[in-house]
């Protein structure tokens, strides 16, 4: 297995316009993690999705952010409109079950809002 | 939620010493403790990691212990090589449906 596969790796944008950063969990997995890591505030969980449901969006931290999980093998997590204090190394991870397992990472995006 | 204190922030040890990392967690109910290594650029990865039904486990040079009572769990390496210098952080994960919360992380930097 190729692990979990985050798309872009860098992403460099305008403030104002929409990011989607893009996730392929591990084949069977079916918990998906999505955290955002800044110096300040270190690994955030944003939002995670149990068989596809999210489950907890409480990190998630503004409206302006969302996420989906159409299906077993695919997440997106958007930032619409993206704002500079929005730069930070974004990461997807997935486990193959909620409790008690390991979570593996992706190799995260880079992302940096101008 | 949980809440997962880490200290200290930066641990500078001499190679060849030990260096031993704390955690401590607020939730009760957490169950699954692991410990991620993150390298410069690179992402976290799974060094090690324990269940609440164990207080202690061990892997060569890396082990781990936990107490439930005090809810704490510490991370301690033995005869630290430079290869050892990289971000430690500790996490929680509660029982259900509950994401990995993570600590604020330790920089271990290794002394030739």
């Known amino acids: 297995d190729a692990g979990v596969i985050q798309s872009p790796r860098h992403e460099v944008t305008e403030m104002g316009q929409e990011v989607t950063l893009r996730c392929k969990p591990i084949?069977?997995?079916?918990?998906l993690f999505w955290y955002r890591q800044t110096m300040m505030r270190g690994l955030e969980l944003l939002i995670y999705f149990n068989n596809n449901v999210p489950i907890d969006d409480s990190g998630m931290p503004e409206d302006r952010f969302s996420a989906k999980m159409p299906n077993a093998s695919f997440s997106t997590l958007k930032i619409q409109p993206s704002e500079p204090r929005d730069s930070a190394v974004y990461f997807c991870?997935?486990?193959?079950?909620?409790?008690?397992?390991?979570?593996?990472f992706g190799q995260g995006t880079r992302l940096t809002v101008v | 939620g949980e809440n997962v204190e880490q200290h200290p922030s930066t641990l500078s040890v001499q190679e060849g010493d030990s260096a031993v990392i704390k955690c401590t967690y607020s939730?009760?109910?957490?169950?699954?403790f692991p410990w991620y290594k993150q390298e410069l650029g690179k992402r976290p990865q799974l060094i090690i990691d324990?269940?609440?039904?164990?207080g202690e486990k061990k892997d060569q040079r890396i082990a781990v212990t936990l107490n439930k009572t005090a809810k704490h769990f510490s991370l301690h390496i033995t005869e630290t090589q430079p290869e050892d210098s990289a971000v430690y952080f500790c996490a929680a994960r509660g029982g259900g449906a509950d994401g990995l919360t993570f600590g604020k992380g330790t920089h271990l930097i290794i002394q030739p």
């Open positions: 939730d009760s109910a957490s169950n699954y």
């Open positions: 991870a997935s486990s193959p079950t909620v409790g008690g397992s390991e979570a593996f």
């Open positions: 084949s069977g997995h079916n918990s």
């Open positions: 324990i269940r609440s039904n164990v």
